[in-house]
Structure formats: structure tokens, C-alpha cells
């Protein structure tokens, strides 16, 4: 295992004065960033961490590593109480990957097989009765159960699958019947912490990737939940449905909440959240009124407990383009960049400024995020922040509960309703907000 000591480790508070300004009462913890040194394999190989998982428990950090000297990409899990490590290679010109990492420090995803992989450098193949490569895409906190897809002897067609305390298990697959569209194949990329859903997509004929979820039921089985089937537009002479794109970016782990990148023929790429409870769906548009670029594309990448969405803006010509970290809570209008946020951490608006900042994973309480950049020398840096907690508006904003209230509902024509109908209905709340809810 390999130890070394962080290039930086900031932790900066708000001046005294500035609490003065802020009203009495303010309380808050501080604010940091925590950006890893490179690494060094058994072999004295150096590489840059690009940290995409961190453990709920936030002990853990995770993701590719690239080659300092021919940018292939192995893969790392990182001890931050320990400051242990492991790198490892890759295996062939494919790459490594790594997607999640449990409360314990086993990372999950694929060196050639999908793979996990601990600070002590152990790794084991995920394997099926199958022919074909496996990937894995997630694993619950407890590592009880990893969730992700294998692909068939052709290595075209992927299959839904959990591996459950390491078994393997198949997950059921939807048909082209039943979506309306020609189904090439699923893959599963999130769980919750209990295992009760699993959220994933169905590969299309465009390669949008439409979602599914799979519901854990009494018997132990899981039932497919068709979510996209009520928005996506499936195919070309599709009129009844809107979104040409909607695919799933994260599931919380609570499983109340999924976070959805979507679009339409006439609209850019939107951040958007459903909530699995109430069958809600919000989207961010990027209108100008906050500090989202207006018609900026934005990609969400997950989501706390809270429904706290964390993705990037992207603004720019294709080939200049400039990526920007964002984060959308739950209960406000408008997404906001981190580094407006938090300007104490000045690393945000420098990342901001080169316009590769990345973040890519969210604690299920929301404080601690994962993430990575390049540099003003265009290196990878590979961090975590830790947001701490205020009790104002400031750095974590409250919600007021009662701003959310329903004060009006439509049909999708406009005509007001009293009580739900079948179909798309459009909510009216309290904050002047408007969401879109499909009432089956």
C-alpha cells in the first residue's frame, strides 16, 4: 500500500466580519477542498488521479487514474483517514474504470472484466454464467450488492444484472412490445443503499439510453417500472411524446429521487429530477435570470438524499468548449455554480476558468463531493470538497417547506383541474414555480 501526504488541504472560515454582515446568528463550518498528489504504481509509474466515487461515509475516494507518460487509464481507491492507497494498470488499450466505492473501500467498476478493487490492491473478477465482459456500474454502501450489465458472445448486447453478495443474478429485461421502440440491450448504473431499486437504461436504436427502474418486491424479484415510456419519444413518427432524450444520471440513495439529463428536437441538453414517490419531474431552464449561462447545455452527473443535483454548465463552440461546475438544490428556481457559491475556495473558479471542471459524485447527506479538473498546465487534479454546514441561505440554503405547495393544477392544454387526471398534469406552487407530473 502507498502513503503519501495531500498537495493541499485548505480549509478557509468566513471572517467575523462578514458574519457581521450576514446577520447575527450565523453559524457555519468551514468550507474546503481537498486535491490528491499524484500517484506511483508498484512499479514507480506515475498517475493522476481523476476522482469520479466517494463513499457515503465520505472515507473513501475512487476513480481512473491516467498514465503520466502514454495517458492510458488504470484505476485507484484512496484511504482519506489512512492516506493509503492503490493504483493499479491497465490491463489492455481499453482502459480502467472506476464508478462507485463502498463504506469499506471497495471500489467498483471494470479493468478489462468489471472488477472490484481494495486499498491493499486486491482485485476480483465479477463474473456470470455467460459468455461476453462484465462492467461494473454501482454497489450499495455495505457492498452487498453491485449492480451493472454483461455483454453477450457478439460484445454488442448488454444485459441488466446484480451480483448480489456475489452471486450473479439476471435482471428482467423489457421487450420491444412493451416499449414501443426496438430494445438492443439494458445496463443497470445505480442502487440504493437497501437495494430496493435499481435504476438503469434501455439501449434505443439512437443510443439515448431511455430509463428504466427495477423495483425490489416481497418475493425477492424486481419489477420493471417503464418510467420513459410516458415521456420519450421512442421513435421517429412519435408525436405523442416530447423528449427526444432522457436518460438517468443518478439515483439517491434513499431511492426517492433520480437525477436526468433531457431534451427535446427544439431545446438543449437540461438537468432535470424526478421523484420516484410521486412521479414528479422538474427540469432546469437555463434562462439567464441566475448565474447559468442562458441556453447553456447542462449535465447532471447525481443527487443527494435531499434531491441536490450536482452536473456542470457547458458554454462554448464544439472543440472550445468551456465545462463549469454546477449544483441545483432542491426546492430552488435556479441551478447556481459552485465556485459563485463557495468563492473561499478559489481552486473552483481557477478549474472553472481552464474549463474542464468536473464533479461527479454527491454523499447521500450532500456535504462531500467528488470531482477533478485540469489545471492552469492542463494535469489532472483529482479532489473532494467538503461544503460543511451553515444555518443560513449562504453556502447550504434552507428550503421553506410551504413554498413547495400545490396552489393550482392543468391539463397539459392549459385548462384547470381540481383534482388529478390522467395524463400529464402541470402543478402550479406556492413559489411560483411549475412542475410537470404524469398521473397514471
Not at 452487498?144 to 435482471?171: N, P, Q
Amino acid at each position: 500500500m502507498k502513503d503519501f501526504t495531500f498537495g493541499k488541504n485548505i480549509s478557509r472560515c468566513r471572517s467575523l466580519f462578514a458574519a457581521a454582515l450576514l446577520g447575527a446568528g450565523l453559524t457555519a463550518s468551514a468550507q474546503s477542498i481537498t486535491i490528491l498528489e499524484d500517484l506511483t504504481d508498484e512499479e514507480g509509474t506515475m498517475y493522476m488521479p481523476v476522482a469520479q466515487a466517494i463513499s457515503s461515509n465520505h472515507r473513501y475516494v475512487a476513480g481512473p487514474a491516467m498514465n503520466y507518460y502514454d495517458g492510458s487509464y488504470g484505476m485507484f481507491v484512496y484511504d482519506l483517514e489512512t492516506k493509503q492507497y492503490s493504483v493499479k494498470p491497465a490491463v489492455d488499450y481499453y482502459g480502467a474504470d472506476i464508478r462507485a466505492v463502498t463504506d469499506d473501500g471497495v471500489a467498483i467498476g471494470y479493468n478489462g472484466p468489471g472488477v472490484t478493487f481494495t486499498t491493499d490492491g486486491t482485485v476480483t473478477e465479477l463474473t456470470t454464467p455467460n459468455p461476453g465482459v462484465t462492467y461494473g456500474r454501482d454497489v450499495t454502501a455495505d457492498g452487498s450488492m453491485i449492480v451493472g450489465c454483461y455483454t453477450d458472445e457478439t460484445g454488442f448486447m448488454s444485459h441488466a444484472c446484480i451480483w448480489k453478495d456475489g452471486e450473479y443474478e439476471a435482471l428482467p429485461e423489457p421487450t420491444t412490445e412493451e416499449m414501443g421502440f426496438e430494445v438492443n440491450g439494458t445496463s443497470a448504473f445505480y442502487v440504493t443503499d437497501d437495494g430496493s431499486i435499481i435504476a438503469g437504461y434501455v439501449v434505443d436504436n439512437f443510443s439515448s439510453n431511455p430509463v428504466i427502474v427495477w423495483r425490489l418486491q416481497d418475493d425477492g424479484s424486481y419489477k420493471l417500472d417503464l418510467i420513459c415510456k410516458d415521456y420519450f419519444m421512442g421513435t421517429n413518427e412519435d408525436t405523442e411524446h416530447e423528449y427526444t432524450l432522457f436518460t438517468p444520471a443518478g439515483l439517491s440513495r434513499n431511492g426517492k429521487y433520480l437525477a436526468l439529463n433531457v431534451g427535446r428536437m427544439d431545446s438543449e441538453q437540461r438537468i432535470a429530477r424526478y421523484n420516484l414517490e410521486t412521479g414528479e419531474l422538474e427540469e432546469f431552464v437555463a434562462d439567464g435570470t441566475g448565474d447559468i449561462t442562458a441556453g447553456a447545455e447542462t449535465n447532471s452527473t447525481a443527487i443527494s438524499n435531499d434531491g441536490t443535483i450536482i452536473g456542470w454548465m457547458l458554454t462554448g463552440e464544439w472543440m472550445m468548449q468551456v465545462r463549469s461546475a454546477l449544483i441545483w438544490r432542491n426546492g430552488e428556481k435556479q441551478a447556481q455554480l459552485i465556485a459563485n457559491q463557495y468563492p473561499e475556495i478559489t481552486e473552483l473558479a481557477e478549474y472553472d476558468a481552464v474549463g474542464f471542471n468536473t464533479i461527479c459524485d454527491i454523499t447521500p447527506d450532500g456535504r462531500y463531493i467528488a470531482g477533478f479538473a485540469m489545471d492552469e498546465t492542463y494535469m489532472y487534479k483529482g479532489y473532494m470538497l467538503d461544503l460543511g454546514e451553515v444555518s443560513s441561505g449562504i453556502s447550504r440554503p434552507t428550503v421553506d417547506s410551504g413554498n413547495d405547495t400545490e396552489v393550482a393544477r392543468y391539463t397539459i392544454d392549459g385548462k384547470r383541474i381540481d383534482a388529478p387526471v390522467k395524463g400529464l398534469n402541470i402543478i402550479k406552487r406556492a413559489d411560483g414555480t411549475a412542475v410537470k407530473v404524469m398521473v397514471k
